[in-house]
């Protein structure tokens, strides 16, 4: 590596990105890697306070931080995720596509605990919007051995990529609306239009909505009727709770459902239900979500889209992260609730 000052390095190719800060108005590249010193160049480096620039004689074996970033980016990039051209030495990848964002948590920690490596992401299972960034890639030091950059990319050959994004599914959903009250028109129905809400964000084909009374043999008929009709999901709000008069739960059982999960470590959302009934899911979806707008259910809906079968497994896990805060403002799902 040579030191060279500013004044001297005309027509001399710089060997990285320069990065110039203006507190509270710009940060980002001034000068980019490969360009040629020009005269007029040598006062704005002076005032980015580079009164020197660096050649590198590339020892054998070590490469720039932009060639192992994008190399790393590469190595853990899959379906329907792309990265763009290094930045500052970082490489950022973003979806493809709307849907569901999937990590490979063993794999991710095992790429950071190779000295000199750097990847951050969004927690997985997260729902992202096409086009949406989701992690970026970079080394720690201008020059890396090569040798750390294959072992990240022998790790991905063997175990497959770390980042993906499942899309959504074109699935038939239906809503089931429980309880005397509404049945009996003694109060509006205020669950449908959230559910209705929540459905056409995945863009689903809804088969419409039933009133049901407090009635478990009631419920199991209507459950069984949109399962007919080539329901893949059927939500059942209201009867969640552990009142006497609340069947819901009793009536998912009685259809011959295989539960899930009855009841899960997440705040709001805890008397949430889930039963697979063959193909079709149902979702027993508790009171609060009329009132919060996010609740267990918008943690599990994204998932169930995307294709994937849910075990209990994967609520008990939800305890960590599940508490929400209820901020004025929500801003799920950038925060860790629900992860």
Not at 162 to 169: A, C
Request: aromatic residues 8%; hydrophobic residues 40%.
């Amino acid at each position: 590596m040579k030191k060279i000052a500013v004044e001297n390095a005309v027509g001399m190719v710089l060997g990285h990105d320069i990065t110039k800060i203006v507190p509270g108005e710009f940060k980002g590249r001034a000068f980019k890697k490969g360009h040629i010193i020009q005269k007029e160049d040598i006062d704005e480096l002076l005032k980015l306070g580079k009164e020197h620039i660096y050649v590198w004689d590339q020892s054998s074996g070590e490469i720039h931080e932009d060639e192992a970033a994008l190399r790393i980016a590469k190595a853990v990039t899959g379906e329907n995720v792309e990265y763009d051209e290094p930045k500052e030495g970082k490489v950022t990848l973003q979806s493809t596509a709307k849907g569901l964002f999937k990590v490979n948590s063993e794999l991710l920690r095992t790429i950071n605990a190779i000295d000199d490596i750097s990847i951050a992401s969004l927690p997985g299972n997260f729902a992202v919007e096409e086009g949406q960034k989701m992690a970026g890639a970079r080394v720690i030091p201008l020059m890396i051995e090569e040798e750390k950059v294959k072992e990240v990319e022998s790790l991905c050959a063997e175990k497959g990529a770390v980042f993906t994004v499942l899309p959504y599914k074109k699935l038939k959903a239906a809503v089931i609306v429980t309880g005397n009250e509404v049945y009996r028109g003694r109060i509006e129905d205020k669950f449908t239009p959230i559910m209705q809400k929540k459905l056409a964000y995945f863009n689903a084909d809804y088969l419409g909505r039933t009133f049901c009374p407090d009635d478990i043999e009631e419920i199991t008929k209507t459950i069984l009727g949109y399962k007919e009709q080539g329901a893949d999901i059927i939500l059942l709000t209201g009867g969640m709770s552990v009142d006497p008069d609340d069947v819901t739960p009793s009536a998912i059982r009685n259809v011959g459902a295989r539960i899930v999960t009855y009841g899960a470590p997440v705040q709001p959302g805890n008397m949430f239900m889930m039963a697979y009934l063959d193909m079709t899911t149902l979702m027993g979806v508790p009171g609060c979500a009329m009132y919060y707008k996010t609740t267990i259910l918008d943690a599990v809906l994204p998932r169930v889209f995307a294709g994937e079968t849910l075990f209990k497994d994967d609520f008990v896990s939800m305890g960590e992260g599940g508490f929400c805060l209820n901020c004025e403002v929500c801003r799920y799902p950038k925060c860790f609730f629900c992860r």
